[in-house]
């Protein structure tokens, strides 16, 4: 990846897309992964109160969740973890797109986490947007980036 991280994503987008609980497992380490299945994360972003029920209790002690406030009204029900809610709804909006949800939602845990620096996923979000001809999304989801990185 852009800032030298092996990184490997397993997504489950079955039935659960009707309703109920999709996710992705997105693993980045500075060692080559093996397999991207993770029995305890340590890092959450729960976009509705489903996905917070179902995963809050398997984010490892010390670890971090974000919350899209816009959907999850209720705290968490633990204290063991860092807890950021973000209204990534009205940001996105603000940011001049309802689409870049999930924008608004990487741009705090960036910000959370440390994990990646947001230049750097700018620039490489940048480059995929203009490589797939879609180069005129690239401020909306700059904008959210950055929002959701202020939020925190």
């Given at each position: ?77 633990r204290s ?51 490589e797939g ?16 990185y202020e939020?925190?």
């Open positions: 990846m852009d800032h030298g991280l092996e990184v490997t994503w397993l997504p489950s987008y079955g039935p659960e897309m009707r309703g109920g609980t999709a996710n992705c497992t997105v693993v980045l380490s500075e060692e080559p992964v093996g397999s991207p299945i993770v029995d305890e994360p340590t890092d959450l972003i729960a976009m509705n109160l489903p996905s917070l029920d179902k995963f809050e209790p398997m984010v490892a002690k010390g670890g971090t969740i974000v919350a899209n406030r816009s959907l999850i009204e209720r705290d968490l029900a063991d973890v860092r807890a950021h809610f973000v209204d990534v709804h009205s940001l996105a909006e603000e940011a001049g797109s309802s689409r870049a949800i999930n924008m608004v939602a990487l741009g705090a845990y960036l910000k959370a986490t440390g994990v990646v620096p947001l230049e750097v996923v700018k620039r490489a979000m940048a480059r995929m947007l203009e001809g879609k180069g005129r999304f690239v401020p909306a989801n700059e904008k959210a980036l950055e929002l959701g939020a925190v």
